[in-house]
């Protein structure tokens, strides 16, 4: 049966419409993304559904008018396109593994479940409890954060705990937001899905990370234990560190979000390894910013000045 690309419409999970990227079949079509570069060798991005179970990846999604009503699952296919063409058209990164891997999501993974992960192959959407969370694919920072594991993974390889892990966290929060590009000027992640009975909160802010509980200096630095209740050290608290210092980094004046992600990128993914320290992180984004601007470039001016401000040194 010969595959053929699509254009179909579904509602998101906050109610809206969007246009997906489709690939039809005898009798229908299927929830695959066959439009993308990497389609050249053989590259796609396929949303399935757990069905509330936790078998992995359940199964391919599939419409027969392309009319698609699964809300999760249309933002969850919707949102990793825009991820990848983030990444494609930024930055030069044909998908999570820079050589066209094709990009699976899951929803409805288990019930009321108020998490989203990357499991090492794929990209796994809860559906939230309702109150916590509303499904989690549903908000474009969130998958972007997701796929961005995936990208830290087959790179720096940071390792999940203490201060490499809490610089895996940061990456991820930093790219989702990129990603996301909202004029959004606290730098929230997570705000379109957490809390639907609340307005206006969020799971972390990058402006002010003191208002979600998190560091913001190294003064407040948290010595957490390397264990689940510890967050793995405190992966998802300090985290409010380097986050605060991109903050402070993107919003120095003649900045611009394109250029400031091209130099956290290449600290990634030339500079950046598994047990990496947040001073180290320091080092590889003023030496990014030298590569891409120069030595004396306003950029690497500004980063400089921007883990100061964070206490490290
Ligand atoms: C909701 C959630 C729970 C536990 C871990 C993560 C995780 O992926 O680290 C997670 O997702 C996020 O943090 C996204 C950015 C909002
Ligand atoms: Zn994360």
């Known amino acids: 049966v010969n595959h053929a690309a699509a254009t179909g419409t579904g509602t998101g999970v906050l109610g809206d419409t969007k246009t997906l990227n489709t690939d039809s079949y005898s009798s229908g079509y299927y929830l695959r993304d066959i439009t993308k570069p990497m389609y050249s060798t053989g590259g796609k991005i396929e949303t399935y559904t757990a069905n509330y179970g936790t078998a992995l990846p359940g199964t391919l999604l599939t419409d027969a008018d392309n009319v698609w009503t699964d809300r999760a699952a249309?933002?969850?296919h919707y949102y990793a396109g825009k991820t990848y063409d983030y990444y494609y058209n930024k930055l030069g990164r044909n998908s999570f593994d820079n050589r066209g891997a094709t990009m699976k999501s899951t929803v409805h993974y288990s019930r009321n479940y108020n998490n989203a992960f990357w499991n090492g192959t794929q990209m796994v959407y809860g559906d939230g409890d309702g109150r916590q969370f509303t499904s989690l694919s549903g908000a474009l920072d969130v998958v972007a954060h997701e796929i961005t594991h995936a990208v830290t993974e087959r790179t720096a390889g940071l390792v999940y705990e203490y201060q490499?892990?809490?610089?895996?966290?940061?990456?991820s929060?930093?790219?989702?937001?990129?990603?996301e590009n909202k004029n959004d000027p606290k730098w929230l992640l997570g705000e379109d899905v957490t809390t639907p009975g609340i307005a206006g909160d969020a799971l972390r802010s990058?402006?002010?990370?003191?208002?979600?509980?998190?560091?913001?200096?190294?003064?407040?630095?948290?010595?957490?234990?390397?264990?689940?209740?510890?967050?793995?050290?405190?992966?998802?608290?300090?985290?409010?560190?380097?986050n605060k210092a991109f903050y402070n980094f993107v919003t120095t004046p003649g900045i611009t979000k394109d250029n400031a992600g091209k130099i956290w990128y290449r600290a990634l993914t030339q500079y950046l390894t598994s047990y990496s320290q947040f001073v180290d992180a320091r080092n590889a984004t003023i030496q990014a910013a030298t590569d891409l601007f120069g030595a004396n470039s306003t950029e690497a001016t500004a980063v400089a000045n921007a883990w100061t401000s964070v206490g490290v040194v």
């Open 74 to 76: 249309v933002d969850a």
């Open 173 to 179: 929060d930093v790219l989702g937001n990129l990603v």
């Open 206 to 242: 990058m402006s002010n990370p003191n208002e979600y509980d998190q560091p913001d200096h190294m003064n407040e630095y948290r010595n957490l234990p390397n264990t689940r209740e510890g967050d793995w050290g405190g992966v998802h608290i300090n985290s409010g560190i380097p």
């Open 164 to 171: 490499p892990g809490a610089l895996n966290e940061s990456f």
